[in-house]
């Protein structure tokens, strides 16, 4: 496995001039970039003539990762090669289907499950309900398929987000990248950082990702009331209050979802994942140095399942959320999962709407918000 990264920024490439001349020989190119440059159909057809045998997966973003830096308005391309692995891939627009849950099955059921180990998604963020189309994925292709990604962003704009192979680039896709073969090895650690404050309350009306009612009161009005202050700034503050909802009464496991949009009129907030009837909630505000330690953990839980394989790549994928909490403190949670590896292997990713990865070792794919999610490569 060889890793080649390029990089754009303020008007210009940076390596592109130096690509190795095996640069043919790479078949997956991984764009995350700010959606305006995304948009310029310059970038791609220049990355395609550097690699042109590689199939490119593309999506825009809140940030940028490149190494151990944080970025706005950039591009950063990552060029891989396999030896020993084939790649398949799969895409799918929302537009084509009635709901999530569909896509999820159409998209998975477009790759072969024969040798599949591990499938990479990268999905629109505004229109899909990730936590369907997650669930719909595991169902399709099993338990003994790792699946980790994330929905892609649109900065702090919330306007439209893009995804998409080579050129085809448009709002509503999904890409499903399907690994196949015995000799890739794939590490996954999430982690949050979060603290929980308030009592519980229990969802007692909600509709998938839209949420009505919490202890039968308006859901919207005693969210306004516990933002005090910050209420006219939605929904942009919501991410700074996410809700943890409880997922497993028997060991309390919780997943942390954020507001995507909130509808005045009908008084409903949707959320990027579903908010279940019956489940418990509670709010959950920031703590810097907790949000830094815990993207250390996610990757020490990822270089830990390598079983000693150094990674070879690391993609970084956190939320827009602690980026706007972080602020300038954003690049200390990427020093902190680079500072876990000793391998010097290389490190890309994004800052996203919704991160997709196993909460635990041997679970399931799960929608997480305002998490650090790190997937670690290696063949061997």
């Known amino acids: 496995m060889q890793t080649y ?34 948009e310029d159909k310059s970038h791609i ?18 940030g940028e990762i490149y190494g151990r830096q944080v970025f706005d308005n950039s591009i950063v391309a990552v060029a891989i090669h396999f030896e020993k692995t084939t790649l398949q891939f799969a895409m799918a627009n929302i537009a084509s289907f009635e709901n999530s849950h569909l896509l999820g ?18 999905s629109n963020g505004g229109k899909v309900n990730g936590s369907e189309l997650v669930n719909a994925i595991n169902e399709t292709l099993g338990e003994n398929v790792i699946v980790t990604g994330g929905l892609a962003g649109d ?30 090895k794939i590490g996954y650690g999430i982690n949050g950082g979060w603290e929980v404050f308030g009592p519980e309350r229990v969802i007692t009306k909600s509709s998938q ?39 497993n009464e028997e060991d309390n496991s919780t997943v942390v979802r954020t507001i995507l949009t909130i509808d005045e009129e009908k008084q409903t907030m949707t959320f990027a994942g579903n908010v279940p009837e019956g489940a418990g909630v509670r709010l959950m505000k920031s703590n810097f140095d907790k949000l830094i330690f815990s993207a250390g953990e996610a990757a020490g839980l990822a270089n830990g399942l390598m079983n000693n394989i150094p990674p070879q790549f690391v993609l970084l994928i956190s939320c827009v959320g602690r980026k706007l909490v972080l602020s300038k403190r954003t690049e200390e949670e990427v020093e902190a999962a680079a500072d876990i590896f000793s391998s010097n292997p290389a490190i890309a990713g994004f800052y996203s709407y919704g991160e997709i990865s196993p909460m635990r070792k041997d679970s399931s794919c799960e929608l997480h918000n305002q998490t650090m999610t790190i997937t670690t490569f290696a063949e061997y």
């Open 5 to 38: 990264t390029c990089f754009f920024n303020e008007n210009k490439w940076q390596n592109l001039l130096t690509v190795p001349p095996s640069s043919s020989d790479y078949q997956l190119l991984l764009v995350f970039a700010d959606r305006y440059l995304l």
């Open 45 to 62: 057809a220049t990355l395609k003539e550097c690699f042109p045998k590689a199939t490119i997966v593309s999506c825009s973003t809140s």
């Open 105 to 122: 099955k159409n998209i998975a059921g477009q790759l072969h499950k024969e040798g599949l180990k591990y499938a990479l998604i990268i």
């Open 155 to 184: 900065g702090a704009r919330f306007e439209k987000t893009l995804v998409g192979m080579n050129e085809n680039i448009n709002e509503g896709k999904v890409v499903l990248i399907g690994f196949y073969g015995d000799n890739i």
């Open 209 to 247: 990702n839209v949420l009505y009612e919490i202890d039968h009161q308006n859901a919207l009005e005693l969210y306004k009331k516990y933002l005090g202050k910050y209420a006219s700034e939605l929904p942009g503050a919501a991410l700074l209050f996410p809700l943890a909802i409880k997922t």
